[in-house]
């Protein structure tokens, strides 16, 4: 899978060569030894060998006299899967002096991509025909079936976001706080979750093996690193649309504090203790157990912005909503408080990052080290976030198969899930506390909203330019999921804003989709991500492939597996069952 095989014909008389190799997308990257070849022997007659490269991404090729330690030729290729190629090293006709290399294509590769192509094609075919179905049935069954089906008013009676809804209190409410017979709860802000919480699993349970559907090695984005953030956004809207519901039905402070604690307190340990992937390495024990991950980062991230925000909670301005200007910024001058308390922890983390002296790294380093910078930091991955958590965690307790082995070859363990990279998830939450707000404070107002919504999206998108330069790797901070770089937040962030600037009208004002099937695993998102950890290796989830060299397999499994999970949660919606932490 992913490799194709490449003869190199040497017809150099008396001239040994070495060929040298590495991925185009390796920034910086010292090329790495690929084979030795010998001299032609006889004219005519040349040496050859036959090694295998990588097809996930373009390669550069340099071949070198050996003796002389002269570049004798440089070339760039993307070689396809299964392919058989040719490099023919030989003397050009025109001189002796003259050296040509030739690539031929022996043999055609196949089309790697074209399953996922296919994939595609039949989901969008089932979303017109389920669609069409739609529309078929008649205007009043219609509206009984989606009554009856999704929008129980009972069913949603019994529903809490699992990270930002502590259980409610019969205590009569503060005269503060406004009575709502309903508490506000909106589809798309479900539906996202959703969406964000099965592209996770589908990159979890593998994504058919292409290199999109993994985590970029370093710099860069990639399908798989988008599903995090976005699930810790949602979670910040989440936190303030469930507290303020809470808040107004009674629930003292200091009893919701106590909640928000506990809750944190069993994802951590679910993270830690359920799903913690050391447990590949054997046995858990203390001496091996990885401390940070997802479910802990989940949780720390939770109890900051939630706690920040229960201290300086207020009532909901009874201003009312249709008289309030497209251009007031009651949603963020009301957050005055939380809004500095998140920027001096953004000067935190990049106090920490830029200034943190670091033995044998440079000060401010973010590159990943091993070959990368020309090999000269191989042990400085990460730099101060990586040191930080060998530091204070100890390399053991670290998760050992960074993605920056990939390209990068990097020897240390780092955990994209580590202390310093915290500090920013919290201010990605924030930022959806602040979709949140904007949600709220403008319900009635659906124009007011997706203005908010598409000015936020666009500064943080303008601040993402400007920090990255509009480029990979040569911007003053590049995105970078590993690290949980600011430009990484803003521009998913930004990402997020737009997202919801399409879902709000199309979910909740116009109800021209229901949100499903995303819609289900979005209201149990705790029970689908531990159970598809949990349950990762288990039939019906996993089973022996036929040919585990191919795409195709793979993505049929993991698509099946992902759909399973999806089904789950729809049957567990209808069951009216929901795990709440």
């Known amino acids: 899978m992913d490799q194709a095989l490449l003869l190199i014909h040497n017809e150099l008389p008396g001239t040994n060569l070495t060929v040298y190799w590495n991925f185009d997308r390796c920034y910086h990257c010292l090329l790495q030894v690929l084979v030795d070849v010998s001299q032609s022997r006889n004219p005519g007659e040349p040496s050859v060998e036959a090694v295998a490269v990588s097809t996930q991404h373009g390669s550069i090729l340099q071949l070198n006299d050996t003796a002389e330690e002269k570049q004798v030729c440089r070339l760039e290729y993307k070689f396809g899967e299964f392919g058989n190629y040719s490099l023919l090293v030989k003397h050009t006709h025109d001189g002796v002096n003259e050296i040509a290399c030739d690539l031929v294509v ?316 915290t500090i920013n998830s919290i201010v990605m939450a924030f930022l959806g506390v602040q979709a949140g707000k904007i949600l709220l404070y403008y319900k009635d107002q659906t124009k007011s909203i997706l203005i908010r919504f598409a000015a936020w999206g666009c500064f943080l998108g303008f601040i993402s330019v400007a920090l990255t330069k509009a480029s990979e790797n040569e911007g003053f901070i590049p995105v970078n999921k590993n690290l949980w770089s600011i430009s990484y937040v803003t521009t998913l962030s930004s990402f997020a804003f737009f997202i919801l600037l399409v879902l709000y009208p199309v979910v909740d004002v116009k109800g021209l989709w229901t949100g499903a099937p995303f819609f289900y695993p979005g209201m149990n998102s705790i029970l689908v991500y531990v159970g598809h950890e949990v349950f990762a290796n288990y039939f019906p989830f996993q089973w022996r492939l036929g040919d585990s060299e191919a795409h195709k397999e793979h993505l049929v499994q993991n698509t099946v597996a992902t759909a399973l999970w999806v089904l789950i949660a729809y049957v567990l919606y209808k069951k009216k069952v929901f795990w709440k932490i």
Request: aromatic content about 12%; overall charge neutral; hydrophobic content about 45%.
């Open 106 to 421: 022996n043999e055609k590769p196949v089309d790697s991509n074209l399953p996922v192509s296919i994939a595609f094609l039949v989901g969008l075919v089932l979303i017109i025909v389920v669609s069409l179905l739609r529309f078929s049935l008649s205007l009043e069954d219609f509206h009984d079936w989606i009554s009856k089906a999704i929008n129980s008013q009972e069913t949603d009676g019994l529903i809490n976001s699992e990270l930002g809804s502590p259980s409610r209190a019969d205590d009569p409410p503060p005269e503060a706080w406004r009575q709502s017979a309903t508490p506000l709860r909106l589809r798309c802000v479900d539906t996202f979750r959703g969406i964000a919480l099965i592209l996770m699993v589908f990159v979890n349970y593998g994504g058919g093996r292409y290199w999109y559907f993994r985590h970029a090695s370093w710099n860069g984005l990639t399908v798989a690193d988008l599903v995090f953030p976005w699930f810790v956004f949602i979670m910040g809207s989440s936190i303030f649309l469930s507290m303020t519901s809470v808040l107004q039905r009674g629930c003292s402070k200091f009893r919701l504090l106590g909640k928000i604690a506990w809750r944190s307190f069993l994802l951590i340990c679910i993270g830690i203790v359920i799903v913690n992937p050391n447990y590949c390495l054997g046995p858990l024990s203390w001496e091996k157990v990885r401390i940070p991950g997802v479910l802990q980062r989940l949780g720390g991230t939770y109890f900051v912005v939630a706690v920040l925000e229960l201290l300086f909670a207020k009532p909901v301005p009874e201003i009312c909503t249709s008289e309030r200007s497209c251009f007031s910024l009651l949603d963020i001058t009301s957050s005055w408080p939380q809004w500095l308390f998140i920027l001096m922890l953004e000067g935190v983390w990049l106090a920490l990052t830029f200034f943190l002296p670091v033995p044998g790294c440079p000060t401010g380093y973010l590159g990943p080290g091993g070959l990368g910078d020309w090999g000269k930091y191989p042990n400085c991955t990460g730099g101060a976030a990586g040191y930080i958590d060998r530091l204070l965690l100890g390399g053991h307790h670290l998760y050992q198969h960074p993605s920056s082995a990939v390209l990068y070859h990097t020897e240390v363990a780092y955990d994209p899930e580590g202390i310093l990279g």
